[in-house]
């Protein structure tokens, strides 16, 4: 992510909304981080992998990791 002095955001802001890295931009005031400007997302598609390691694997995506046995009417943990 890149940080950039509020001064610079200043002079550079028209450009640098051209190019917002995916990351976004922290701007900062005496070296503290006072805000982060982000790209707008245009539709949900764009949102496909933005989260790392939600989805991750083979696992069952509607599972609790709670086994249920019908017959003996105990659950366990798988």
């Given at each position: 992510m890149k940080n950039l002095p509020v001064t610079d955001f200043r002079e550079q802001c028209l450009h640098l909304f051209d190019n917002i890295p995916a990351?976004?931009?922290?701007?900062?005031?005496?070296?503290?981080?006072?805000?982060?400007?982000?790209?707008?997302?245009?539709?949900?598609?764009?949102l496909i992998g933005t989260i790392p390691h939600l989805a991750a694997g083979d696992d069952d995506l509607f599972s609790t990791g709670i086994g249920w046995d019908a017959e003996s009417r105990h659950a366990h943990i798988d």
């Open positions: 990351d976004g931009i922290v701007i900062t005031k005496r070296g503290k981080p006072i805000a982060k400007v982000v790209r707008l997302v245009s539709s949900c598609s764009e």
